[in-house]
């Protein structure tokens, strides 16, 4: 028989190579540094792992022989140097040179590097052990090995006791002290003759030493006493050693073995390469194995799972029952009887004819029933009962109720029933009609915590839940109006098991979910592949833990309902299972651990662990990319120049769980919503300039955040075109284009005709004074305001609004009539900005008579709009909201048009009142507007009207009256 430890996989091994993004499928040495990420040497230089990328640095490209860390630094000697660096994207240090071109070959190399207490880096050569100090440059030698000509001879250097150095080497262990600054050869008998592998210093103090002929020694050097701990039977050569927390796992050239209990557990063999090193993790459990082909990783099974494999088991189990004694049966589907005894999985002596329904516990007594007879165990074999079974029925259990009766239950026949101890038959027959038992096909029964009864099944004329009632005789079926009034609740109308809750509930697979109730039948939960993530709607084996947790088993794994987050959750192969096809037999016992039968074994599963999260409450971040270009992390923020507009952002949690385990979200700090993301990685591109504060967190596979989460912030730079100097340039550039409009309009003014001279100079006036300094200085000062605010969509939209006016004075300041259309385009932008900047206290609306085409009737420019500009700052600058500024235009005949400006301000009275009191806001443009209106024709009219409404000033009526023959 078979050992489920020296059998049953108790790793899930992952092979890493050039394929997965590793730089060289030959590896040396592997590392972990403090903080959890993973250094790996290489035949092409190094690079680093966080579990779901290998991360590179372009300059680390030779062969890489010797690696080790400590105090979250990494030394390295990649055949050109002896090298130190911090992270994988800093440009390291060059310690010592090597020298090629002398004829000392040792001065070329730095092996087994070791940093001792003093910082202090130890390495070999050819013959020698050395050491470099980077306090003082100097490089001491000690000649070891002399005449050696294998140059990568692995040799074990340990800092035993502080200012003691122990080389553990073919020809012996060498000790250098540093009192005396010598070495010498170590001397002891039981160890003397052995050439060393490989030493590791263990927790203890004291040393475990490999040799080369498969021997572990334990050597105390507080006492020097020895012991020979274990011998592997090949008598291969051990290649190096590793603590773990009940033991050692050590290596030979293709296989990794455990000690444990003085027990040898072979847990690796390699199919193609040779291994060079072994690396335990005690952080993640996880074993990193460098080999001539590739990397690889054995992470232990779940913490929860125990597995018992039996390579002579090649069916599956299908019923499992524990005995009074605590002992696990099982039965085969080709009718072999199985136990575990002593962590292992044996096949039962006793030969037993006919085929196998199950194995039953009840009332501390164990039954097997076949097709043929019914057993008990007893006096340590199966004995036959005197009762004869229907062998044209399958029985799906047989078990002794409360009431002391011994019932064997068929699926497609009712049971027959039987007094316990003395099994005479009972001759009353249940009071179920007999369509209850030929049209239904029943999966299971079961016992709960209140001795009731429950059958369940395939009912096809309702949905196969029932219990017993004893004083009636029959079973009752829950689907009656009476106690479960809605018949959609119901999962399915096919049940297969039962089971029982912490909460005194009962739980019910069926094809597509599973269906809680209470006590007494009334359901209380559906969970149906619909509506949850269930991988498989073939449900078998339910149970749940003291927290509510409802696991059960399909042919897709093992799922776990989470009350708590009203979701479902998974367990697979990636978590050791050996296989996801988990529906052949399934048991919960009392110490709350369910055992499932698979083909070639049974596993067993602890609740009370099962949900505890295997991340290691870590994030951080292991590369950002710039452009494309990965940079040097030297904190967790970031500036971004100008040009610097696309971030990749990669991080890990260094728990080095298979993928589809973990996953992540993240949110930026202006954000209430979370972004799932489908592995550690945010793409950022065409960045916008600002201030970016992101916050990242992962969650595993059963529905656990880990409390660490990684903040993560950046700044971009606005370019030149959005920053606040090009904004300040652009607005005296502004000033610079108003002042050479009015100089290039006064220049046109004085080239008019002297006969025209008072229109002229009128028209100049006008133009020169066309928009008021107020209102030229009070806007540029509101796009100062928004660049200062940092507004800049704002400043844009009242600057381009701002530019369109200008151009359109300039434009029109060259005519001395224009359409009557272009006149309310420009006052439609001058009154736009002017109710933006004083916050949309007015409104305004110019409505032009249907018969008017505005496009053929050419009046002044700006003629409106002074009057426009004296109704906001005289009558409604004033009021803090409900202003209103109305204009209108028509045209009562060909040769005249009437222009109408009315707003419902303070009026005339109230203004002139304020401006005692205030700074005057002169409107020149009136009176040399009125003057230009006249001069064109002595018809043209200005009319000014107060408004009241209740005798109260209500706002001010301007009327100007055009004669059109004469204005064109």
């Known amino acids: 028989m078979l050992s489920s430890w020296g059998k049953a996989q108790q790793y899930v091994q992952t092979h890493y190579g050039i394929k997965e993004g590793l730089n060289s499928a030959l590896v040396y040495k592997t590392v972990n540094l403090p903080s959890g990420e993973l250094f790996i040497a290489t035949q092409r230089g190094i690079s680093m792992f966080d579990g779901y990328r290998f991360i590179k640095n372009e300059s680390l490209q030779s062969p890489t022989l010797a690696l080790f860390t400590t105090n979250q630094h990494l030394y390295f000697f990649d055949s050109n140097s002896l090298q130190s660096t911090k992270s994988i994207h800093a440009q390291p240090s060059i310690l010592v040179e090597t020298i090629k071109t002398d004829d000392n070959p040792n001065n070329d190399h730095f092996e087994n590097i070791f940093v001792d207490s003093q910082q202090r880096i130890w390495s070999t050569d050819f013959e020698q052990l050395k050491y470099f100090d980077p306090k003082t440059n100097q490089i001491k030698s000690y000649k070891i090995l002399p005449q050696n000509k294998n140059l990568h001879i692995h040799l074990s250097i340990l800092e035993v006791r502080k200012g003691e150095i122990w080389l553990f080497a073919p020809n012996g262990i060498w000790i250098w002290d540093e009192s005396t600054s010598k070495v010498q050869?170590?001397?002891?008998?039981?160890?003397?003759?052995?050439?060393?592998?490989?030493?590791?210093?263990?927790?203890?103090?004291?040393?475990?030493?490999?040799?080369?002929?498969?021997?572990?020694?334990?050597?105390?050097?507080?006492?020097?006493?020895?012991?020979?701990?274990?011998?592997?039977?090949?008598?291969?050569?051990?290649?190096?050693?590793?603590?773990?927390?009940?033991?050692?796992?050590?290596?030979?050239?293709?296989?990794?073995?455990?000690?444990?209990?003085?027990?040898?557990?072979?847990?690796?063999?390699?199919?193609?390469?040779?291994?060079?090193?072994?690396?335990?993790?005690?952080?993640?459990?996880?074993?990193?194995?460098?080999?001539?082909?590739?990397?690889?990783?054995?992470?232990?099974?779940?913490p929860s799972l125990k597995i018992w494999h039996n390579e002579n088991l090649s069916s599956p189990i299908i019923s499992l029952a524990k005995d009074s004694n605590g002992k696990l049966w099982g039965i085969s589907s080709n009718n072999e009887l199985w136990t575990i005894e002593n962590e292992a999985i044996r096949k039962f002596a006793q030969i037993i004819p006919g085929k196998f329904y199950g194995i039953h516990s009840s009332k501390n007594s164990l039954f097997l029933s076949t097709n043929q007879v019914i057993y008990q165990f007893k006096n340590s074999k199966f004995e036959q009962l005197p009762i004869e079974v229907d062998p044209n029925h399958e029985i799906i259990s047989c078990f002794i109720t409360s009431q002391n009766e011994f019932w064997v239950v068929y699926s497609t026949k009712e049971m027959d029933r039987y007094y316990w101890p003395s099994l005479a038959k009972k001759s009353q027959k249940l009071q179920n009609e007999p369509s209850f038992w030929i049209d239904n096909k029943w999966q299971d029964i079961r016992i709960d915590k209140n001795n009731r009864i429950w059958l369940a099944g395939w009912m096809p004329k309702s949905f196969g839940i029932t219990y017993y009632k004893p004083n009636q005789e029959l079973f009752y079926d829950i689907a009656d109006k009476k106690?479960?009034?809605?018949?959609?609740?119901?999962?399915?109308?096919?049940?297969?098991?039962?089971?029982?809750?912490?909460?005194?509930?009962?739980?019910?697979?069926?094809?597509?979910?599973?269906?809680?109730?209470?006590?007494?039948?009334?359901?209380?939960?559906?969970?149906?592949?619909?509506?949850?993530?269930?991988?498989?709607?073939?449900?078998?084996?339910?149970?749940?833990?003291?927290?509510?947790?409802?696991?059960?088993?399909?042919?897709?794994?093992?799922?776990?309902?989470?009350?708590?987050?009203?979701?479902?959750?998974?367990?697979?192969?990636?978590?050791?299972?050996?296989?996801?096809?988990?529906?052949?037999?399934?048991?919960?016992?009392?110490?709350?651990?369910?055992?499932?039968?698979?083909?070639?074994?049974?596993?067993?599963?602890?609740?009370?662990?099962?949900?505890?999260?295997?991340?290691?409450?870590?994030?951080?971040?292991?590369?950002?990319?710039?452009?494309?270009?990965?940079?040097?992390?030297?904190?967790?923020?970031?500036?971004?120049?100008?040009?610097?507009?696309?971030?990749?952002?990669?991080?890990?949690?260094?728990?080095?769980?298979?993928?589809?385990?973990?996953?992540?979200?993240?949110?930026?700090?202006?954000?209430?919503?979370?972004?799932?993301?489908?592995?550690?990685?945010?793409?950022?591109?065409?960045?916008?300039?600002?201030?970016?504060?992101?916050?990242?967190?992962?969650?595993?596979?059963?529905?656990?955040?880990?409390?660490?989460?990684?903040?993560?912030?950046?700044?971009?730079?606005?370019?030149?075109?959005?920053?606040?100097?090009?904004?300040?340039?652009?607005?005296?550039?502004?000033?610079?284009?108003?002042?050479?409009i009015n100089q290039y309009l006064w220049r046109k003014r004085h080239e008019k005709q002297e006969d025209l001279r008072k229109i002229k100079e009128a028209e100049m006036k006008t133009l020169r004074s066309q928009m008021n300094p107020h209102f030229l200085f009070n806007t540029l000062n509101s796009i100062n305001s928004y660049i200062i605010q940092n507004e800049t969509e704002n400043a844009s939209s009242y600057?381009?609004?701002?530019?369109?006016?200008?151009?359109?004075?300039?434009?029109?300041?060259?005519?001395?009539?224009?359409?009557?259309?272009?006149?309310?385009?420009?006052?439609?932008?001058?009154?736009?900005?002017?109710?933006?900047?004083?916050?949309?206290?007015?409104?305004?609306?110019?409505?032009?008579?249907?018969?008017?085409?505005s496009e053929n009737i050419f009046v002044p420019p700006l003629i409106i709009q002074p009057f426009a500009e004296n109704s906001i700052w005289h009558g409604l600058r004033t009021l803090k909201s409900g202003g209103m500024l109305e204009i209108y235009a028509e045209q009562p005949d060909e040769e005249t048009l009437i222009l109408k400006i009315q707003d419902n301000g303070i009026g005339r009275t109230e203004s002139a009142k304020l401006k005692k009191t205030e700074t005057q806001h002169k409107s020149y443009g009136i009176s040399i507007t009125i003057d230009r209106i006249k001069s064109l024709n002595p018809e043209n009219t200005v009319e000014i009207f107060d408004l009241y409404e209740n005798n109260k000033p209500n706002g001010t009526l301007v009327i100007l009256t055009l004669k059109m023959k004469d204005n064109d």
Not at 189 to 196: A, K, M, T, V
Not at 510 to 530: C, E, F, I, P, Q
Not at 541 to 553: E, H, L, R
Not at 599 to 606: A, Q, V, Y
């Open 185 to 302: 050869k170590f001397q002891h008998p039981s160890i003397n003759n052995y050439p060393i592998q490989a030493a590791i210093l263990l927790k203890n103090g004291t040393i475990a030493l490999a040799t080369n002929e498969g021997r572990i020694f334990n050597y105390n050097p507080q006492n020097q006493d020895v012991q020979l701990i274990y011998t592997i039977p090949s008598n291969k050569s051990i290649r190096g050693l590793a603590e773990t927390d009940t033991g050692f796992y050590f290596f030979t050239s293709e296989q990794v073995y455990e000690l444990k209990n003085n027990q040898l557990f072979p847990i690796y063999k390699t199919q193609k390469g040779e291994l060079n090193h072994l690396n335990f993790d005690r952080t993640t459990k996880s074993i990193w194995l460098s080999s001539t082909d590739g990397l690889i990783q054995l992470k232990p099974i779940h």
């Open 799 to 853: 600057l381009t609004t701002f530019s369109k006016l200008m151009r359109n004075i300039l434009d029109n300041s060259k005519h001395e009539q224009i359409t009557l259309k272009n006149e309310i385009d420009s006052l439609k932008l001058y009154l736009t900005l002017e109710s933006v900047r004083l916050e949309h206290s007015f409104d305004y609306v110019i409505s032009i008579d249907q018969s008017i085409q």
């Open 483 to 740: 106690l479960n009034t809605n018949g959609g609740l119901f999962v399915g109308d096919y049940f297969t098991k039962i089971g029982l809750s912490h909460k005194k509930e009962m739980l019910f697979t069926a094809y597509g979910g599973w269906n809680s109730t209470d006590a007494d039948g009334k359901l209380k939960k559906r969970v149906d592949v619909h509506q949850y993530d269930i991988l498989d709607a073939h449900l078998r084996g339910i149970s749940s833990d003291q927290k509510g947790n409802v696991y059960f088993a399909t042919g897709e794994g093992l799922h776990v309902y989470r009350p708590d987050l009203d979701q479902v959750f998974r367990f697979s192969i990636l978590d050791g299972f050996p296989t996801d096809y988990l529906v052949h037999s399934f048991l919960q016992d009392e110490n709350n651990r369910i055992y499932i039968g698979y083909e070639g074994g049974i596993l067993s599963f602890d609740l009370t662990t099962a949900l505890h999260s295997e991340l290691q409450n870590k994030l951080k971040l292991t590369q950002i990319l710039v452009n494309g270009q990965p940079i040097e992390i030297l904190s967790n923020e970031l500036v971004l120049t100008k040009d610097q507009r696309d971030l990749v952002i990669q991080f890990s949690d260094l728990s080095y769980l298979a993928e589809d385990k973990v996953r992540f979200r993240y949110k930026f700090s202006d954000e209430d919503n979370w972004h799932d993301i489908p592995k550690p990685e945010l793409i950022l591109n065409h960045l916008s300039p600002g201030k970016y504060a992101l916050e990242f967190e992962a969650i595993d596979n059963l529905g656990n955040k880990q409390t660490q989460s990684l903040s993560f912030s950046f700044r971009a730079k606005p370019p030149f075109l959005k920053s606040k100097f090009f904004y300040g340039l652009l607005i005296l550039g502004i000033f610079g284009l108003i002042f050479g």
